[in-house]
């Protein structure tokens, strides 16, 4: 099987693919939309992308692929988040620091000295990357995309909470058969959060952000089905993921 996951080489993605699927051939892109657009072009193929991150929240950009190309997640894996600080120059003379927007959600605190100028990027691997050509700027990475570029690090293990973990879900074409105890949903919901709160009251809801997405749990033993019926009666909701 062909896993299609976010790349260049030293991302996280490719390590969650590499230890959850070590014997499939793993296919890194550039971006999460060219992760979708591979796995649009081959049926037989099935993608690994993030979707969640305990500090900084849901990925949109996955969340909103799998809407708009009517795909799933099947089944959920779960990475140890934490980064590490790369380049030339010094801390106290860089101008500039490389950062995915969701790396620096969650080392912000760690970060606050940091007086240059951020500049943000499509992944944790061309953050090096950019620290590779600019001698005077650094990167926020993974320790393997600063191998990767052969880019000095200065401090490693950086994270603003203890428990910092990233979920991944395998990407499929249809929704697994099987009652899983998880459901990934999308809600359009004009009343606020009270009001989803509310409508999610029968599920045990634990993660809810502002941009109406919920992820719950609910005991093995219930009808998903029917519970998601029920819900998404009164409201415009979509079904994600089950596993």
Not at 57 to 64: K, P
Not at 174 to 183: I, M
Not at 217 to 235: A, H
Request: charged content about 25%; proline content about 3%; glycine content about 4%.
């Amino acid at each position: 099987m062909v896993l299609i996951t976010l790349g260049p080489a030293g991302t996280f993605s490719e390590m969650a693919a590499k230890s959850y699927y070590s014997n499939e051939k793993i296919v890194l892109k550039d971006s999460i939309a060219d992760v979708f657009l591979a796995l649009m072009q081959d049926e037989s193929a099935k993608a690994l992308l993030p979707f969640l991150n305990s500090t900084s929240g849901i990925i949109a950009e996955t969340i909103l692929g799998l809407m708009k190309n009517k795909l799933y997640i099947c089944s959920k894996h779960s990475l140890e988040i934490s980064y590490t600080l790369a380049g030339a120059a010094s801390i106290s003379s860089c101008k500039k620091l490389y950062v995915h927007p969701h790396a620096y959600m969650q080392c912000k605190k760690s970060l606050e000295d940091f007086k240059g100028e951020i500049v943000y990027t499509m992944s944790n691997s061309h953050s090096a990357r950019f620290a590779k050509n600019d001698p005077s700027s650094l990167s926020l990475t993974t320790k393997e995309a600063a191998r990767e570029n052969d880019l000095p690090i200065l401090k490693e293990k950086i994270k603003d909470k203890t428990d910092n973990t990233t979920y991944f879900g395998k990407v499929c074409r249809k929704l697994p058969d099987s009652s899983g105890k998880t459901l990934l949903l999308e809600f359009e919901c004009q009343s606020g959060l009270d009001a989803l709160k509310s409508i999610l009251k029968d599920f045990e809801l634990y993660f809810l952000e502002d941009r109406k997405t919920a992820i719950c749990e609910v005991p093995s033993e219930t009808d998903v089905d029917m519970l998601f019926s029920k819900t998404c009666k009164d409201t415009q909701c979509y079904i994600l993921g089950k596993y």
